[in-house]
């Protein structure tokens, strides 16, 4: 039922009908259900298009918990294949940005999707500053925007600009070597 419903939405977008004049009943009538079933899953449109957003997208990475770096080149490249995804689909480049216009759509997204994948990250430097992987004194709220920013530059400020296989791993690899501890031995 759930899956019908997400279906519906997909399909109301592909069919060009904005976020804005979504309505649950508009919703239930596509995908066949009563607005009743709707209501016991989401309780209302922000958190029923944060999940079509979410089925629309790759799905989140499992980390291989070997170095900050692996991590970090896993979460970076996920970031890169929903670039690639939202740059192939007009619905959802569409989508994002009609979300951006209503606030609580975008605290929704940001609630359910952002807020979360962030602490994934923040944990990730977290445990690489505790393992000697990253300085004790960098401020890990700013090493994750360094991280990130430098992938949504490329996936969403730059649409022109390529996403080739390896860009998380020379993001990573780039942003570490200002990062890592200062090696105390002179070779």
Do not use: C
Request: glycine share 6%; hydrophobic share 45%; no cysteine.
């Amino acid at each position: 039922m759930e899956q019908a419903i997400l279906e519906g939405v997909m399909q109301l977008l592909e069919d060009g009908v904005p976020l804005a004049e979504l309505s649950i009943e508009r919703i239930a009538r596509t995908a066949g259900v009563g607005k009743a079933t709707i209501y016991r899953r989401w309780s209302g449109k922000e958190e029923l298009f944060v999940d079509v957003l979410r089925a629309a997208e790759p799905p989140d990475p499992e980390l291989p918990g070997t170095s900050m770096r692996d991590d970090l080149i896993v979460i970076l490249e996920s970031l890169r294949q929903r670039g690639l995804v939202s740059r192939s689909s007009a619905i959802l480049h569409n989508v994002y940005v009609q979300m951006k216009s209503s606030p609580r759509i975008w605290a929704a997204y940001h609630a359910g999707v952002v807020a979360p994948r962030r602490v994934l990250m923040l944990d990730v430097l977290r445990r690489g500053q505790r393992d000697g992987e990253l300085r004790p004194d960098i401020d890990l709220d700013l090493a994750n925007d360094m991280f990130v920013g430098a992938m949504l530059v490329r996936t969403v400020m730059r649409p022109d600009a390529d996403l080739p296989e390896g860009l998380a791993e020379q993001i990573v690899d780039i942003t570490l070597a200002g990062l890592r501890p200062v090696s105390s031995t002179v070779l």
